[in-house]
């Protein structure tokens, strides 16, 4: 047998002292009878939920398919807003509806009578203060 | 790395723990406190630390045994909690044994260690870091295959070997030392 094998195997082993066991029974005692373990769960779960991969593998397609629901009810659009949304005809057509703009036309027609009736006026009421002017110079 | 087995009288006696019935304890001290002392004394190299850490351990395995998820062997477990156990113990007497040092400014007749190393083994295994005489008295002292020890000591186990490898020269340098001196 080669010398470290043996320095292994011929080794000192010793044993746990008489006494030991009570001595630890009587401390450990008491904190099971206070209610001091440390449960499963507490701060790591049951060995059973441990290490059943089938748990896991089913608590985590419960959860993928979860949130695939979840997203298709927040994508998926409400019915009424469907109808609504109809084709760009439609749209043009209720757009007209609730803010018609007037014709680019008619608008310059405005403007060009706007502004020619009011020069108008501006001289016509000129030439009236002009005459009337005149006929109170010619009086004096 | 074998797992709990659900119907094992390891398992049966883990959840009587749990319920809080001390003989679920009992059988987990009778099953393997020898295993656990043995290898704190390796790793302490003195006896009565080692009955001491052992001791420490039972009295607060109802309190830790949450943190065993059975994802390892029970004994498993139980060997990386004495090792952390004992290289605390270290630190704390290494962080005592700086301040006394600092303290007495170098006393030359002061012990430079509390070795009881009475043993050639113990001798041999005075010249390694706790760490690898912990690796080496697992694998040598109680056989503990290389796929357990990788859970143990949460390394890969090309490491492990390497590890034992150097471990394994230092102590074979001791002996042949040890017999040039006559020793062996």
């Not at chain 2, 080692?50 to 477990?77: C, H, K, M, N």
């Not at chain 2, 704390?92 to 430079?112: I, V, Y």
């Not at chain 2, 009881?116 to 041999?124: P, R």
């Not at chain 2, 070997?161 to 102590?171: E, I, N, P």
């Amino acid at each position: 047998m080669e010398r470290f094998e043996k320095l292994f195997r011929e080794s000192e082993r010793i044993r746990p002292p008489a006494g030991m066991w009570e001595s630890i029974a009587a401390r450990a005692g008491m904190a099971l009878k206070a209610g001091k373990v440390g449960k499963a769960g507490e701060r790591g779960a049951p060995i059973a939920r441990e290490t059943g991969w089938g748990w896991k593998m089913a608590a985590s397609l419960a959860v993928g398919i979860g949130v695939l629901s979840a997203l298709l009810v927040v994508m998926k659009p409400a019915p009424e807003v469907a109808d609504k949304a109809g084709g760009a005809e439609d749209f043009a057509v209720a757009r007209a509806a609730v803010s018609p703009l007037p014709d680019e036309d008619d608008l310059y027609w405005h403007a060009d009578l706007g502004e020619e009736s009011g020069m108008d006026w501006v001289e016509e009421e000129d030439a009236l203060l002009l005459d009337a002017a005149a006929a109170d110079a010619t009086d004096e | 790395m074998p797992m709990t087995d659900w119907f094992s009288p390891e398992r049966k006696n883990l959840d009587r723990l749990r319920a809080g019935d001390l003989e679920g304890l009992k059988w987990i001290f009778e099953t393997y406190s020898e295993r656990l002392i043995n290898q704190c004394y390796r790793i302490l190299l003195s006896r009565e630390q080692a009955e001491d850490v052992v001791q420490d351990l039972f009295v607060r395995l109802p309190d830790i045994v949450g943190e065993f998820r059975g994802e390892s062997a029970l004994g498993t477990w139980l060997y990386r909690v004495a090792h952390n156990m004992c290289l605390t113990r270290l630190q704390q007497a290494g962080n005592r044994r700086r301040l006394e040092e600092a303290n007495l400014a170098a006393d030359e007749t002061a012990p430079r260690d509390a070795y009881e190393t009475s043993d050639l083994l113990g001798k041999a295994l005075a010249g390694l870091d706790p760490e690898t005489r912990s690796l080496l008295w697992l694998k040598e002292g109680e056989g503990v295959p290389l796929k357990e020890l990788s859970g143990i000591f949460k390394l890969p186990e090309g490491t492990l070997k390497s590890r034992l490898s150097r471990a394994r020269d230092r102590v074979r340098e001791f002996l042949e030392k040890e017999e040039r001196v006559g020793k062996v």
